[in-house]
């Protein structure tokens, strides 16, 4: 069974960082890119960052680009998202994601909330 379990979240003030997490499970993690995305309050997901399977090729939003770091090690089974100088508007539910033969998977996401 696939499984993937995001942590790391949490309550942070603007300009600060927090590294995001998600372990998988269930298939060869090492062979499948990976994705972040969130979903803000009452708005739809937004696509946040990808990265290859090895982790040679990585992709952001332009409303993340230079703040925040994609990353994984395929021998821990991790993903990780590393955000820095956040802002208010990073405020959302922070979900990884995979496709694995054309279906897609997802965790149950972690909240990052940016308030003063």
């Known amino acids: 069974e696939v499984q993937l379990v995001e942590s790391g979240g949490g309550l942070v003030q603007p300009g600060g960082s927090l590294r995001l997490s998600c372990a998988a499970s269930?298939?060869?993690?090492?062979?499948?890119?990976m994705r972040w995305v969130r979903q803000a309050p009452g708005k739809g997901p937004e696509w946040v960052s990808s990265i290859s399977s090895r982790g040679a090729n990585t992709y952001y939003a332009d409303s993340v680009k230079g703040r925040f770091t994609i990353s994984r090690v395929n021998a821990w089974n991790t993903l990780y998202l590393q955000m820095n100088s956040l802002k208010p508007e990073d405020t959302a539910v922070y979900y990884c994601?995979?496709?694995?033969?054309?279906?897609?998977?997802r965790g149950k996401g972690t909240l990052v909330t940016v308030s003063s």
């Open positions: 994601e995979t496709t694995l033969d054309g279906q897609e998977y």
């Open positions: 269930g298939f060869t993690f090492g062979t499948y890119g």
